[in-house]
């Protein structure tokens, strides 16, 4: 059997929450390893990677002990990006983390752009691959606006409020400004994608209260786990950063 077929097989054996764990530490420790091998501009690839990969794995969902209904993956990813902000923020500047924003922003817009134009493309008789292309690819136009400006909010507000924090505190309490910065980041960007993709831009609008419910807490409270998990992340930061 084909090694990689073996390995999602095993992968699909291990329990749900052991998985999203395992992911979560790894997503981690890679920015640690694109901090140490590129420096700032590696955390500018990994952010750029994140939110392509987390768009397309946002379209998978699974069964979580927590929730009644099934949780979209891409929340790790997503939520990661703001340990890179906080690292540029914190090491390289707010300027350096403002242009990591603009760059995620930039790759998934770019590659959004190139997947429509192939699969503009006429398939061929022999081709196998343009109905997953076509479902994989082709967003929804309130999804991908609401997702396009939950991002540059989000961030933007991660890094404005790491900055106000860190200068309130005179640079002390590191995994203070960590933790709030990034949970009160990750409010913002599921209450704005919520609001825009599920009220605002949607044509049978759902209501406020199950969007707050379902949409917005829906999977905070993996985020505000998340936050806390990365915390260890930004205290080893120091240690990973380039010698040069």
Known sequence: MDFFVSLTSYLDSINTIVLWIIMLIFCF???????KLFGYAGLYVYSALAVIIGNIQVLKTVDFFYSPEPVALGTVLFASTFLCTD?????????????????GFVGFLFMTIVMLITIG????????AQESLVTL???MSRFFIASMIAYIASQYFDVWI???IKNLTVNKFLWLRNNLSTILSSLVDNTVFSILAWIILNPDPETFYNVIMIYIFGTYI????????????MYLSKIFLPNK
């Open 222 to 233: 993996l985020r505000i786990f998340i936050a806390l998990i990365d915390t260890p992340f």
């Open 162 to 164: 790491y900055s106000i």
């Open 29 to 35: 420790s890679s920015i640690l390893v694109f901090l």
């Open 137 to 139: 690819f082709t967003p």
């Open 121 to 128: 493309f006429n398939p061929s008789s022999n081709d196998w």
């Open 87 to 103: 690292i540029l923020s914190e090491h390289f500047g707010k300027d350096k983390a403002k242009k990591n924003v603009l760059i």
